[in-house]
């Protein structure tokens, strides 16, 4: 690995490794063994051992990696040890995977004739006769009512790219498992083995009469924006893109809440956005929405302009809605000034340095996965909040805050369609989340295992859809 910078780069789980080794019987050997991944910079989480003979021990060594080259390393210092045979490397991250990550469970009793005879044949046949003359019932005597479809196209799987559906698949199932951890929504992953617009909007129509909902996931834009805004016009069940609108409500709740940190307003802020793709749309349109006055968008174009002959139509339509007057530039000339940096792009296309040159009070929120737009620990020496997509640092903006929430309010509601309203409401509420008392620079949004999320956010888009309960 290359030397390490001042902060030493932070394990995870995600490449955590369990070791079976054999080794003499020492008293000293599992202690060596410790100190050996200590020493290589691993984090021992777990050394059992699991056998012993006369001649040999068996020691199973669990431990988390920066990265797998870093897991590599531990492994050979671990192989250095005096009297020790590597025996086998499991990656804990793989054998979680095996067989997937959710299930079909009943909900009802199977266990004799008459639960058979009424769950299905011949008393399901009322049921469908029934719904056949009462379609709206549907979802009351369904599964739809509590259902969502995860679709995807694997055109733009997490920060990876164009990883086609069958990889797509356990990103889905995890946003699946998530989905019922936080909010008690059955999801189902729909990996489709197509990127053609037409395509997908016929086939999510087609299978749509058996979901309360649509949550999008993984699109690429701009395609994404065109499958949404048809999907929405042909459904009569919510379709909601998580790359967009989910990131957008958690962003602007942890806005919310970082500018009552610096003591600024959201209509006097001065925001520069990094990313015109899906999710900086969704993300300026909500900020916007909310009462935002200054707002400039920086791509890989530059500054959006209006009067730039290279922007696609929907950039064009952003530069629009943010740069009216025209302004020109690079990122860093955006900065100059501004209250609030918001990177929905890539990874170091912030240079810490500039943080100098924004208003004092300075806010980042440096959102690239798995690599920031710009060194971390640099931006929390020169800025006074500072948010990340990370789970090792301070204020993570993750989109399980939001999501589980909005569908529950959804389904609860029997919405037939999302709003800017509900968009907004649930932003309102998750910023909400965080007391005055919590509130400080270090904690501008709630944990995503804090129970009160999913709860509070699903009671304001019920309440933003005209249902209370």
């Not at 806010?363 to 020496?381: S, T």
Request: charge should be negative.
């Amino acid at each position: 690995m290359t030397a390490a910078p001042n902060r030493p780069l932070p394990t995870s789980a995600s490449y955590g490794i369990t070791v079976r080794l054999y080794a003499v019987p020492s008293p000293s050997a599992v202690g060596e063994l410790a100190t050996a991944v200590g020493r290589a910079g691993g984090l021992v989480t777990a050394i059992d051992v699991s056998d012993s003979r006369p001649d040999r021990i068996t020691v199973d060594v669990s431990c988390s990696a920066v990265n797998g080259e870093h897991a590599a390393e531990i492994v050979e210092a671990m192989r250095a040890v005096a009297g020790v045979t590597v025996h086998r490397v499991s990656d804990r991250t793989f054998l979680l995977h095996l067989g997937g990550k959710i299930s079909v469970e009943p909900r009802v009793p199977l266990k004799t004739r008459d639960d058979l005879s009424m769950a299905y044949t011949p008393g399901v046949g009322r049921v469908s006769l029934a719904l056949a003359e009462h379609p709206e019932d549907v979802a009351k005597l369904t599964v739809k009512g509590n259902a969502v479809a995860v679709v995807t196209d694997g055109s733009a799987v997490l920060g990876l790219g164009n990883l086609g559906p069958g990889a797509a698949l356990p990103v889905m199932e995890g946003k699946a498992a998530l989905f019922k951890r936080f909010g008690d929504i059955d999801a189902w992953p729909i990996c489709l083995d197509t990127q053609d617009v037409d395509e997908i909007v016929a086939t999510v129509r087609a299978i749509s009469p058996g979901f309360g909902g649509i949550n999008l996931e993984d699109i690429s834009a701009p395609r994404c924006f065109e499958v949404e805004r048809r999907l929405r016009e042909l459904l009569d069940i919510p379709v909601f893109h998580d790359d967009q609108h989910g990131t957008a409500i958690v962003v602007s709740a942890a806005l919310t809440n970082a500018l009552r940190c610096v003591s600024k307003s959201l209509d006097g802020a001065r925001i520069v956005v990094a990313g015109g793709g899906a999710a900086g749309t969704a993300i300026v349109t909500l900020l916007l929405a909310a009462g935002a006055g200054h707002v400039l968008v920086w791509d890989r174009e530059g500054i959006l302009s209006p009067t730039d002959t290279r922007l696609n139509p929907a950039k064009q339509e952003l530069a629009v809605l943010t740069n009216p007057a025209g302004v020109t530039g690079n990122l860093h000339d955006a900065l100059r000034g501004a209250d609030v940096f918001i990177g929905v792009s890539g990874p170091g296309v912030l240079d810490a340095a500039w943080i100098a040159d924004m208003a004092p009070g300075a806010v980042i929120f440096a959102l690239a996965n798995p690599d920031p737009e710009v060194d971390v620990d640099a931006a929390q020496r020169a800025a006074s909040v500072v948010a990340t997509g990370r789970s090792d640092y301070p204020n993570q903006i993750n989109n399980v805050l939001a999501f589980p929430g909005v569908f529950r309010g959804l389904l609860d509601a029997r919405a037939r369609e999302v709003t800017i309203d509900m968009l907004l409401s649930a932003a309102q509420a998750l910023a909400g989340c965080v007391s005055d008392e919590q509130l400080n620079a270090t904690y501008i949004v709630p944990s995503v295992f804090d129970p009160a999320v999913p709860k509070a956010v699903a009671a304001a888009v019920r309440e933003a859809a005209g249902t209370s309960r």
